[in-house]
């Protein structure tokens, strides 16, 4: 039941043109958890040492980035594809623009699964 929210999630990427790049710690169950969150919008970020008080499974690194953006949505959309319910561990990244200047560019974290279906933060 996951194909049409990954399917979603990859058109929704394609769609911000988000330069994205994740690393898939272990496969979501396809069959046995049900797909809570519903849109990249529904993704909760938990920032720096901020933890949920739900248990959780780690699914992989994710990286949303646009240029000189401080929007999440990108890491968002990450997440989703990933079959993720939330990011934690969430840091900006950031560049040095011409002028010596630093700027965020995106964020990156962890995509995690809830283990409780009911359990949602």
């Given amino acids: 039941m996951r194909a049409p929210a990954t399917a ?3 058109l ?5 043109g988000v330069g ?7 496969p979501p169950d ?3 958890a049900p797909a809570r969150a519903r849109s990249a919008q529904d993704i909760r970020l938990y920032f720096r040492s901020r933890t949920p ?4 499974a780690e699914l992989g690194w994710v990286r949303g980035k646009r240029a000189y953006s401080s929007d999440p949505s990108s890491l968002k959309a990450a997440a989703f594809a990933l079959g993720g319910d ?3 561990s969430v840091i900006g990244v950031y560049e040095m623009d011409s002028s ?3 700027r965020r560019i995106g964020y990156e974290g962890t995509a995690i699964r ?6 949602t933060h």
Wanted: with cysteine.
């Fill in 30 to 32: 396809s069959e046995e």
């Fill in 86 to 88: 939330a990011v934690i």
């Fill in 114 to 119: 809830f283990t409780d279906p009911e359990c």
């Fill in 53 to 56: 008080e739900c248990g959780f």
């Fill in 100 to 102: 010596g200047n630093e």
């Fill in 8 to 10: 979603t999630g990859a």
């Fill in 20 to 26: 994205l790049t994740s690393c898939a710690k272990t």
């Fill in 12 to 16: 929704l990427i394609a769609a911000l």
